[in-house]
């Protein structure tokens, strides 16, 4: 079984943790992010993840990857049901702009095997731009006011259930809410409070994905 993914996808991430958690014997592939062709041959459209069987049959769609998995994977290991966390949700989007300039710059700069390639940071950055409708290097000079945004949107966070605290149990809340938390980390000197690092670090260490503290910019 493969799955193919980008490492800054927070979509990936989601079937990547539960894959992971799930103790899913699977091998990751990378893709470049300028690799349409792959995209299209396995399931028709330029989409990641996507969840490839030994047949050869694939999948997209991260939520229904998620529940494969959960399927496929030990029964050691539940999943907890989801809960109504949508007002916490939007919370976080009510910046979803100051979070795609804080991070669309940074994923092409900080060694992403999706983007190891010249090509492939081009076709990222001529896409995502048009999204935050300036230039990267513009988002990224504006990172002091992003940061602000982004600081005051999680020193208001409710308390997080770290999964620590319920027994090491990964749930559908965290599959929808630690994607966009952890790429928050490669942002540097972002003023990340306690709850909410302890937060990222435990679904971390649960689902063995990796923050990126140690290559923030």
């Not at 513009?138 to 620590?164: D, R, V, Y």
């Amino acid at each position: 079984m493969k799955l193919y993914l980008y490492d800054h996808c927070p979509f990936c991430v989601r079937a990547d943790m539960v894959a992971n958690y799930k103790q899913v014997a699977h091998e990751k592939v990378y893709l470049l992010n300028d690799d349409e062709k792959s995209c299209f041959d396995l399931i028709g459209a330029k989409m990641v993840p996507i969840l490839q069987f030994d047949d050869g049959k694939a999948m997209g769609e991260s939520l229904d990857i998620v529940q494969k998995l959960d399927e496929l994977g030990s029964r050691n290991r539940p999943l907890q049901p989801g809960t109504d966390i949508q007002a916490l949700l939007a919370q976080i989007g009510e910046v979803g702009l100051a979070v795609s300039c804080l991070l669309f710059p940074r994923n092409i700069a900080i060694g992403l095997p999706e983007f190891a390639t010249q090509s492939a940071r081009d076709y990222f950055e001529v896409r995502k731009a048009a999204i935050i409708k300036r230039p990267f290097a513009q988002a990224l000079k504006e990172t002091p006011t992003h940061k602000a945004a982004i600081e005051n949107m999680l020193a208001a966070l409710p308390p997080l259930p770290a999964a620590a605290g319920r027994d090491g149990v990964l749930g559908r809340d965290d599959v929808l809410l630690y994607p966009t938390l952890r790429n928050l980390t490669m942002v540097k000197d972002l003023v990340i409070p306690a709850q909410v690092r302890a937060y990222i670090d435990s679904v971390a260490a649960l689902t063995s994905t990796h923050t990126y503290f140690d290559r923030a910019i």
